[in-house]
């Protein structure tokens, strides 16, 4: 049952219906999912009263899947089938793998890679979709009703192809992404608004395979990250691999197969958590060859091969620091997030770093869902003071390859979203027609360093001696993080652009192919939800407007006014029109029309509300 | 909104600003018009605010930063200030920019020598700021402010590369 908010006095008396909104912490070791209710975020348990669902998804011997405990008690026995830590092979390529450490059958596909099961080729996009169903059905079950969205979270060091593919499997999983949230960030909410912290807080976030370093400014509500960094591929994950190593090492054994690869990284896990508050781990397993495995290991030996791990992470903490401007004085508190910042290890290495004990009053494994829920929440409007702002930064600089090999930056890093950037570039040849334009996201100089996103071709230039023609390419990134591109000419308004969706992601089509075969409807079904959808949709925008122009219609001349309610005219006969099969096409058009006409409408309502805020200002802010 | 970027913020075009002004009144507009605000709105609603947050991340980051501000000051008054870069620099400055770029090099391995050329980078840069205050604040010497502005821009690149190379010292 839909609950009801309750109106404060003095506030609209409409009562709201209460939108069910989730955050989902997609992590690479396990996955959360949290909601606010009655005013508090909490995270939802499954059956059995867990909140952490292991991010594990094995393809079972009868097709169906299993995503969570009994997968991950079923990897060792299944290796190549159970999937752990999918995260780390989001919107990655073959190459930035290594291979020999993984006991999956890792196969390319189109640059992106992809894993070999009983149940055929999956990408880490479908696997990431299977335990984001499973999170979408606990919230369904436990809330009482379909979710309106989510907020997804993604490490802050994410790059553009592995936020797209993030959104890919949350759009496969059949979720209404509210927002990709930088984990960090989540955190920090969760942490501040609990707190009632202001200042400069840093956020230390380890986690099973990903590692970010985001240092923000808390003030009245508003979260500003000043500078992130980070290491998209170390985390958790690269500890126990150190202890798989070590045991290897001290055993002398031979490379092993899959199954004790599986059985041993489980071992080593246990002996890291372990240690967490033992002085000594035992390490005792009888492998398939009937070697039999039996060593302690101490937490002396395991700081000291850990140790470059660890300062692997200070590396980026002080780039964070350097970009932000900053010292490690004028840092109030820093936050430790995710599981692996329980090692004393990390804890005591991040207190001698920034002279001070960091923060762990929060459970390290729940805070970022705990956030993403608050931020849900707050995005589908469930929370009447809009004072809660996030101000996220973008995490790697954006580029275009120039002559030489070299990339030329157009967006800097720790840029704040959303953000747009043109930059004019023109031909080098007398009569070149066409440029090619190959989009890249990195820091270094050299494009073979660099991540490449998408190329694609402007053409149709008019021909032009070298260097007359104009050709501005403008760069948007919205507040997702997420990059599209396009490129004009100006003289001759040639136009070509694309939303970046990189080689490594699925393209539109195979992700409509994949929903479409998941439902399984018949052709007439599709029909008839693809109208129903349609209608709400247009329902929906007539409301907005109709409301809109009740509140801000004086904004508007009677003519501008006429213009806009003949386009409501029109799509109101669309939606009661007599059904036909080009009918929701019809009512599509209609909508786009009515939401083109709306654009000055909607940039007049953007400035004048705007003006209300800065005239509402305290005098003493004035510049006077 | 056709305007400039200190009628955006409501601020007085100067190189010496209200910070906090500049802060407060940048939060308000993202308060309105951040994409957050408007995820369940129509279309036309999520152009207009993409479009003025946009704006005002870019107008907040050209006044933040001096540099930034101090170049966009020059372009109201239709002077690009970094056109001609290093063509018109006086002799001594172009010395010292030797000096100061041997003074990288020679401290590249060097990590307290790096900080302490960051402390007198900082320092120099202080002195033209106020330098560039003078001249466009108070005596509107707009071509003696360019040059001021060139100077303070060597200051940001040499900055930058003594950041990228206690990046590498630090790795």
Same mark, same amino acid.
Not at chain 1, 135 to 148: I, P
Not at chain 1, 189 to 200: K, W
Not at chain 1, 255 to 279: I, M, Y
């Given at each position: 049952m839909a609950l009801l908010q309750i109106s404060e006095p003095g506030q609209s008396t409409a009562p709201h219906q209460h939108k069910l909104a989730v955050g989902i912490d997609l992590g690479?070791?396990? &996955? $959360?999912?949290?909601?606010?209710?009655?005013?508090?975020?909490? %995270?939802?348990?499954?059956? /059995?009263?867990?909140a952490l669902l292991p991010s594990v998804v094995r393809?079972?011997?009868?097709?169906?899947?299993?995503?969570?405990?009994?997968?991950?008690?079923?990897?060792?026995?299944?290796?190549?089938?159970?999937?752990?830590?999918?995260?780390?092979?989001?919107?990655?390529?073959?190459?930035?793998?290594?291979?020999?450490?993984?006991?999956?059958?890792?196969?390319?596909?189109?640059?992106?890679?992809?894993?070999?099961?009983?149940?055929?080729?999956?990408?880490p996009v479908e696997i990431s979709a299977e335990i984001l169903?499973?999170?979408?059905?606990?919230?369904?079950? &436990? $809330?009482?009703?379909?979710?309106?969205?989510?907020?997804?979270? %993604?490490?802050?060091?994410? /790059?553009d192809a592995q936020r797209q593919a993030t959104k890919d499997a949350a759009r496969l999983a059949g979720l209404n992404v509210l927002r990709l949230l930088n984990e960090p960030t989540a955190a920090a909410?969760?942490?501040?608004?609990?707190?009632?912290?202001?200042?400069?807080y840093v956020i230390y976030d380890l986690g099973g395979g990903t590692f970010d370093i985001s240092i923000l400014k808390l003030s009245k509500g508003v979260f500003e990250v000043l500078a992130t960094n980070g290491d998209s591929a170390l985390g958790g994950d690269d500890f126990d691999r150190r202890i798989f190593c070590w045991i290897l090492e001290q055993s002398k054994c031979k490379?092993?197969?899959?199954?004790?690869?599986?059985?041993?990284?489980?071992?080593?896990?246990?002996?890291?958590?372990?240690?967490?508050?033992?002085?000594?781990a035992q390490i005792t397993s009888v492998l398939s060859t009937g070697e039999v495995i039996n060593m302690t290991l101490t937490t002396k030996q395991f700081n000291e091969f850990t140790q470059t791990l660890v300062a692997k992470t200070l590396s980026p903490t002080k780039k964070a620091l350097r970009d932000a401007e900053l010292t490690i004085e004028d840092i109030k508190g820093v936050v430790m997030v995710g599981g692996a910042t329980r090692m004393p290890q990390i804890r005591l290495a991040v207190a001698n770093f920034f002279k001070q004990t960091p923060l762990t009053n929060l459970d390290p494994d729940k805070v970022v869902a705990l956030g993403a829920a608050i931020q849900a929440n707050t995005l589908v409007g469930n929370k009447s003071d809009a004072d809660l702002l996030l101000l996220d930064v973008i995490p790697l600089s954006l580029g275009l390859e120039t002559?030489?090999?070299?990339?030329?930056?157009?967006?800097?890093?720790?840029?704040?979203?959303?953000?747009?950037r043109a930059q004019e570039f023109t031909t080098f040849k007398d009569g070149q027609t066409a440029m090619s334009i190959h989009v890249l996201q990195g820091e270094r100089e050299l494009v073979t360093n660099c991540r490449s996103l998408a190329r694609f071709e402007l053409r149709g230039i008019p021909p032009m001696v070298a260097g007359a023609a104009r050709i501005r390419v403008t760069f948007t990134v919205d507040a997702d993080g997420l990059l599209s591109v396009s490129a004009r000419e100006i003289a001759s308004n040639v136009e070509a652009s694309i939303v970046v969706k990189p080689s490594y992601g699925l393209s539109e089509e195979q992700?409509?192919?994949m929903l479409q075969s998941g439902f399984g409807a018949a052709e007439t079904d599709k029909q008839a939800r693809a109208l129903a959808e349609a209608k709400v949709d247009a329902e929906g925008l007539l409301a907005a407007i109709s409301v809109a122009l009740e509140q801000d219609g004086d904004l508007l001349s009677l003519k501008e006014k006429q213009k806009i309610t003949s386009q409501m005219d029109a799509l109101r006969v669309n939606i009661h029109g007599d059904a036909r099969a080009s009918l929701a096409d019809e009512i599509h058009a209609a909508t786009e029309a009515l939401n083109t006409a709306t654009e000055d409408f909607a940039a007049k309502r953007m400035d004048a509300s705007v003006n209300r805020a800065l005239a509402g200002k305290e005098l003493n802010t004035l510049d006077i | 909104m056709n305007l400039n970027y200190f009628e955006l913020f409501e601020l007085k075009p100067a190189f010496d600003i209200d910070l906090a002004a500049l802060e407060n009144n940048y939060r308000k507009i993202q308060s309105e018009s951040h994409p957050d605000r408007f995820v369940t709105a129509t279309s036309a609603e999520k152009l207009a605010s993409m479009q003025t947050a946009t704006l005002a991340n870019e107008a907040y980051q050209t006044l933040k930063k001096p540099t930034n501000r101090a170049k966009y000051l020059l372009e109201l008054q239709g002077i690009n200030a970094?056109?001609?870069?290093?063509?018109?620099?006086?002799a001594d400055f172009l010395m010292q920019q030797m000096e100061w770029r041997e003074a990288v090099e020679g401290n590249a391995t060097n990590l307290s020598g790096m900080h302490r050329l960051l402390r007198d980078i900082k320092h120099e840069a202080a002195t033209l700021q106020e330098t560039l205050a003078d001249e466009l604040d108070t005596k509107k010497a707009w071509q003696a402010a360019a040059e001021t502005l060139r100077k303070l821009q060597f200051m940001d690149k040499l900055r930058e590369e003594i950041a990228r190379k206690l990046a590498i010292l630090e790795d």
């Open positions: 690479t070791t396990n &996955s $959360l999912v949290a909601t606010v209710r009655s005013g508090l975020s909490s %995270v939802l348990i499954d059956d /059995d009263g867990h393809y079972m011997p009868d097709g169906s899947i299993d995503v969570g405990y009994n997968a991950q008690t079923a990897q060792n026995l299944d290796p190549i089938n159970t999937i752990v830590s999918a995260k780390r092979f989001m919107g990655r390529g073959l190459k930035d793998i290594d291979v020999s450490q993984q006991p999956y059958k890792l196969v390319d596909s189109n640059e992106m890679l992809q894993i070999e099961t009983r149940a055929g080729i999956k990408s169903k499973t999170l979408k059905a606990r919230a369904e079950k &436990s $809330l009482g009703g379909e979710l309106v969205g989510a907020v997804i979270t %993604v490490p802050a060091y994410f /790059d909410v969760a942490y501040g608004l609990d707190n009632a912290s202001e200042g400069i490379p092993v197969n899959a199954q004790d690869t599986r059985l041993l990284l489980t071992k080593a896990r246990e002996a890291k958590e372990w240690l967490t508050d033992h002085a000594t002559m030489g090999g070299l990339v030329e930056k157009i967006i800097p890093r720790n840029s704040t979203l959303p953000i747009a992700i409509l192919a | 970094l056109v001609d870069n290093n063509t018109n620099m006086p």
